[in-house]
């Protein structure tokens, strides 16, 4: 840090003495490095201090003092513009990212109504073709019929559960909320695994943030039963003023969550997938786990002010 800030202080005395274009260029490859080495526009802000504080003192009279603050408000925001790039492009990923989702859930939407409706509409066919040629047969083949009947029920609850996990109607019905509790309950019957939901929330939101929601806690009990092996998961939702929270914290086997992200196979990409999400709406997730230790997932999310007032939590 001592030499990058020597660095700065010498070009920005070289532009306040009249060094140019050539000066200035300097600056944006110094804000170029202090991006590659993650410097943040804090202690961007207080090396130009000081390095200011310096050009002051060695300024001789009023008149070279206003030149030279003139100066060192140019070569600061020509040292922050790779800066103001990286946003923007950070923004326009953001966006991209936001669109992308819109699109699968979507494209989700389509393929679980298609399942409930066609798939459905197609069995019930099925089921009264199989009756008409079941009345013809003698009674040995009518139990084997009974048998074929009996899987294609097995069948159609099937693609009805998926077709619901899939996209829910209770999602885009009646919000985040009752879904995951539909979500939850399906999923402790099947797993036989204790879900316990604690949520002080009501209203409704934008349907991106709770279709969002809805898929983080989908991914998280999904990861809960098949690798993390957990007894008890318990799903927290509540309010702190302008900020939603919600907790999913499972006491299976955990992991070593600084290698989350570097790690390949599924759950790596989940806890990606996840990550992106919140990010795309503006939130933030904190992944905190240990091996033996369980897992929590920390979801906060910055509420509009009308969309705030609509979640107020119940007494």
Not at 47 to 65: C, P
Request: aromatic share 6%; with cysteine; proline share 3%.
């Amino acid at each position: 840090m001592a030499g990058f800030e020597e660095q700065y202080r010498s070009c920005l005395h070289e532009y306040a003495a009249g060094g140019g274009e050539l000066a200035l260029g300097r600056a944006y490859e110094l804000g170029r490095r202090a991006l590659a080495e993650q410097k943040s526009l804090v202690d961007m802000a207080s090396l130009h201090h000081q390095a200011v504080l310096d050009l002051v003192r060695r300024t001789e009279n009023e008149k070279h003092l206003e030149q030279a603050l003139r100066a060192s408000a140019e070569f600061l925001a020509e040292c922050l513009s790779p800066y103001e790039m990286a946003h923007r492009g950070f923004q326009d990923a953001v966006k991209a990212l936001r669109q992308l989702n819109e699109t699968l859930e979507e494209e989700i939407k389509r393929i679980a109504y298609a399942v409930h409706d066609e798939a459905g509409q197609l069995l019930v066919a099925v089921h009264l073709a199989l009756a008409e040629v079941a009345l013809e047969l003698p009674e040995p083949q009518q139990a084997q019929f009974a048998r074929i009947k009996e899987m294609l029920n097995q069948v159609e609850k099937h693609l009805r559960r998926y077709s619901h996990e899939l996209r829910p109607t209770i999602l885009d019905d009646l919000g985040w909320i009752p879904a995951i509790r539909f979500l939850a309950e399906g999923i402790s019957k099947r797993a036989d695994l204790p879900i316990y939901i604690d949520a002080t929330v009501s209203g409704r939101l934008p349907n991106t943030i709770e279709t969002t929601l809805y898929r983080i806690v989908q991914e998280a009990l999904t990861n809960a039963v098949k690798h993390a092996k957990a007894s008890n998961v318990r799903i927290r939702a509540w309010r702190e003023e302008l900020v939603l929270c919600c907790s999913i914290r499972d006491d299976g086997g955990g992991f070593d969550s600084s290698q989350a992200h570097a790690a390949p196979g599924r759950k790596g990409l989940g806890l990606i997938a996840m990550q992106e999400r919140v990010s795309a709406i503006g939130g933030t997730l904190h992944i905190e786990s240990r091996p033996g230790m369980g897992t929590e997932l920390s979801i906060r999310l910055p509420l509009e002010a009308d969309h705030a007032s609509s979640n107020r939590t119940r007494g």
